[in-house]
């Protein structure tokens, strides 16, 4: 018995091959516009959508399938005596495939200065209704909105291999797709950032090996609106695959550097830096961040603000890393890295650094948080100076890099630096205090202490973190302030001759 197929498709890739296999299995094609032109030019047999509706398309174009003769044809349940009795008796043919994939919404969007009147165009609405209708029906509607499926469709076909799974299958594609193109239209529309329904669309990038775990199974998904200045965008050039935990870790390291204009280093480990540095040369900014945690930078994720040269490249080579993200590697300097076989090299285009992501969402369990990027960034001008002792000019330089660092650090959080590095990080832990000594008694034996700052990421609760500073050399200090307990802090300050500023920000990262 002769099948009806209803074809409708703004992408045309593969469809003429396709349409004349169902043709080849005695398959009736029905079709619009210009799915309709396009068969007709490959010589292939089919009937005009308003053949069967007989009803001509109106609104340019706007109505053409939504129509009882349709929407009845696909809905019908053929198990139901009743129903197939109403479409005879309206004169109403079954139809047993939909093949339609939607106008290009997403793909005008993203186009420069598209305004919104282009934008609305696009937004296709007998195309999912159409999907919708067969995918309800799925147990005797094909839907199939993905070229890449039509092979598998063949092919089933051919060997009467069309088993409730696979209808299923195609059915849950169309309604992930469906609600996906809505998602990406509401996204677009939606003015309020934090809305009543949140709707957000992402596209499978890659399947994982495993997740944090060997145990647990992952994947790795992008938003469907792609950000160029981002983890997902990054280019990989060499080396194995990215893990769950290598994907974090690079896109806290990318997160970083990008906060410099300086040539900049960021080495990254656990999702905390271990060490940061800032040079004249990106080989002195390589120097400095090594130096600030030679042992923990082992095994770490770098991230680079400049070209890879060949002499920040040999010194890399000389340590296991993980990954290595920068803007570009020089031919020489890529030479050198990737005699490691699996050491992954990535590019990212920091050109497009504007383009970074403006809110993030964190998954807990039954929900999200969401929320705007941490992009403060406090200079000198906002300062309060709450000490008798004021600070230097060049204290000034380190307590803004100071501040510029911790905020990427996982609370509490305390760093020393000097005014282009990191010279002891205290993360994490359950009170500041323990951060303060885990920061100081890495930093003290580093180069340049002698000049070094304390940076916080919260006020001080207590005094014990100031008098402690004080008493192992720390002579400037930089806190947001706001606790009921500042002035015992700035009293211990005082006490010891330290000068200490606070900004009215705390960075607290969780």
């Known amino acids: 018995m002769t099948k009806r197929a209803l074809l409708s498709v ?28 396009a068969l007709e030019a490959a010589g ?13 398309e109106m609104l340019d174009g706007r109505v053409k399938t939504l129509h009882p003769k349709v929407h009845a044809g696909l809905l019908a349940r053929r198990d139901l005596p009743d129903h197939m009795a109403q479409l005879k008796a309206a004169g109403i043919t079954p139809i047993d495939m939909v093949v339609v994939n939607l106008y290009p919404f997403k793909a005008t969007i993203q186009q420069p200065d598209v305004t919104q009147a282009a934008a609305i165009e696009q937004i296709d609405i007998g195309g999912p209704s159409m999907l919708r209708s067969a995918a309800k029906n799925f147990a005797a509607v094909l839907p199939i909105v993905d070229p890449a ?62 997740g944090e775990n060997s145990h647990q199974q992952a994947a790795f998904y992008e938003n469907a609106l792609p950000t160029p200045f981002s983890i997902t965008a990054a280019h990989q050039l060499h080396g194995k695959e990215l893990s769950y935990n290598n994907i974090k870790d ?144 060049a204290q000034l330089a380190a ?24 010279l002891g990080v205290g993360s994490g832990q359950m009170n500041r205090i323990d951060s303060t000594k885990i920061a100081i008694e890495k930093a003290m034996s580093k180069p340049g202490y002698e000049n070094a700052i304390l940076a916080s990421d919260a006020f001080f609760p207590m005094d014990d973190c100031v008098a402690f500073a004080a008493q192992h050399g720390i002579r400037a200090i ?12 700035i009293a211990m300050a005082d006490r010891y001759g330290i000068a200490m500023v606070t900004t009215g920000v705390r960075h607290f990262r969780h």
């Open 250 to 393: 690079a896109d806290a390291a990318l997160r970083m550097v990008s906060e410099y204009q300086r040539p900049a280093v960021v080495a990254m480990k656990h999702m905390n830096p271990c060490g940061v540095g800032l040079g004249d040369t990106l080989e002195s900014a390589w120097d400095k961040a090594y130096a600030a945690d030679n042992i923990s930078i082992f095994g770490g994720i770098i991230a680079l603000n400049r070209p890879v040269d060949l002499a920040t490249a040999e010194k890399m080579h000389q340590l296991f890393l993980e990954i290595i993200i920068a803007p570009s590697f020089a031919d020489d300097a890529y030479a050198v890295l990737a005699k490691k076989k699996n050491l992954r090299l990535l590019t990212v285009d920091f050109d497009q650094a504007h383009t970074a992501d403006q809110f993030e969402t964190i998954s807990v369990g039954g929900g999200l948080l969401r929320q705007e990027v941490d992009q403060a960034f406090e200079q000198p001008a906002d300062f309060t100076v709450v000490t008798k002792q004021q600070p230097t000019p």
């Open 10 to 37: 703004s992408d045309k890739q593969g469809l003429t091959e396709f349409a004349s296999g169902l043709v080849a299995l005695d398959y009736e094609l029905v079709s619009t516009g210009g799915t309709k032109k």
């Open 149 to 210: 499926d039509y092979q598998l469709i063949l092919t089933a076909l051919q060997t009467d291999a069309v088993t409730p799974t696979l209808r299923q299958r195609l059915a849950a594609k169309v309604f992930q797709h469906t609600a996906a193109y809505d998602a990406l239209i509401a996204q677009y529309l939606t003015t309020d950032e934090f809305p009543a329904k949140l709707t957000l669309t992402y596209d499978k990038k890659q399947a994982l090996r495993y």
């Open 44 to 56: 292939i047999p089919v009937i005009g959508i308003e053949t069967v509706t007989g009803f001509p």
């Open 399 to 422: 307590l803004a890099f100071g501040q510029q660092v911790v905020k990427h650090i996982k609370s509490n959080a305390m760093v020393v630096t000097t005014a282009d590095r990191t």
């Open 478 to 489: 930089i806190q947001p302030g706001g606790s009921i307990k500042d002035q015992a802090s």
